[in-house]
Each structure stands twice: as structure tokens, then as C-alpha cells.
């Protein structure tokens, strides 16, 4: 855990959806956490970089969807990105609760 502040209510939910979403996404409890930690601390940075597993067009196989129906640019239809690294995607959308 780092040194920054103590989160909001509304930040701690957010915590606790991103982990349940990591771990349904194969994620370990402590990776979950691990992610949603850095997430948390991103986002009170105002950092506007996203990591796929967050994002509605990764699939169970890593692969991304939006590269396999051709709308991302430079990549393969077969694109499988890192999962977990922040980035700028033009493709990203958020996977939001069910
Ligand atoms: S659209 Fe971009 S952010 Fe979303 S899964 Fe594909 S590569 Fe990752």
C-alpha cells in the first residue's frame, strides 16, 4: 500500500468492483488487489492511461475484440495485449458493472 491518502467511500467501491471484475477475469486475490491498488492510486493522479483488463473488449482467451473485428489501427486481428500494463487505447470502453 502506498503513502497516498485514505480513499473515499465511493473509491473503496470502485476498489471492490475492480478486484471481483480482476478475478473474474483470472486474476489471483492478490494480483486483484495488487491492480486495483495501482488503479486507485492512477486515479487520484488523474492519470488518463487504462489497462485492458478493465476495458469491455478483452476476452477470456486475451485476446482484444475490437483488433479482431479490424478497429484498432497497426494491430493484427489476433491481437492478444498485456492485460494489466496502463496504456492509451483508442479502441478502450469501460467494462461497467452488469
Ligand atoms: S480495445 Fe484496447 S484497451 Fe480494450 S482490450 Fe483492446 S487493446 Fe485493450
Given at each position: 500500500?502506498s503513502d497516498r491518502r485514505a480513499l473515499t467511500s ?53 485476446k482484444c475484440f475490437a483488433a479482431q473485428q479490424g ?28
Amino acid at each position: 500500500m502506498s503513502d497516498r491518502r485514505a480513499l473515499t467511500s465511493k473509491e473503496l467501491d470502485r476498489f471492490e468492483y475492480r478486484m471481483g471484475l480482476f478475478k473474474r477475469r483470472g486474476l489471483s486475490s492478490d494480483e486483484a488487489e495488487t491492480l486495483a491498488d495501482k488503479l486507485a492510486s492512477r486515479d487520484i493522479d488523474c492519470d488518463d492511461r487504462r489497462v485492458c483488463l478493465e476495458c469491455k473488449h478483452i476476452q477470456r482467451d486475451g485476446k482484444c475484440f475490437a483488433a479482431q473485428q479490424g478497429r484498432l489501427h497497426n494491430a493484427p486481428t489476433y491481437y492478444t495485449p498485456v492485460r494489466t500494463m496502463l496504456q492509451r487505447c483508442e479502441g478502450f470502453a469501460w467494462q461497467t458493472p452488469a
